[in-house]
């Protein structure tokens, strides 16, 4: 656990690393604001492999899968070509179907973005779409990242 400055304590973040590519960056060799959305993915990608599950998983009536519904980002600073981030990824809120996950991003220990996903539970079929409870196994290990 973490102490805030308020005196809250809040759970470790699940913390991955992230080299900038090349193909990452624009003309003036600075990653393009676009490329932290993928992190986003990726980060909420590998939080959920080590929990056991995957963003996407197939059950007995098709899939079971997580689209977003909101995704924003804040900038701070600039990364660049072979930069290493932290990106780290916390729970915000988990509410009956949906999740949102909390991302900062870190060049030498300075933050410099910070981020949001909004993903809901659904099954996908060849019906479409629909909402429904995240599963109680998913949502304890979660909750230890709240």
Known sequence: MIQTPGGREMAEPFTVQRRVEFCETDAA??????????????????????LGTSVLMRDGEGHLSWPRVSAH????????????????VRVQRLGEKSVTYGFSFLLAGQVVAEGSLVAVCCHVSTEGLQSLPIPDSIRQALARYT
Request: overall charge negative; aromatic content about 16%; glycine content about 6%.
């Open 29 to 50: 060799g600075i990653a393009h604001f676009s490329v932290f959305f993928q992190y986003m993915e990726q980060a909420e990608h590998a939080l959920l492999r080590s």
């Open 73 to 88: 980002c804040d900038y701070r600073g600039a990364v660049r070509f072979e930069d290493v981030l932290d990106v780290q």
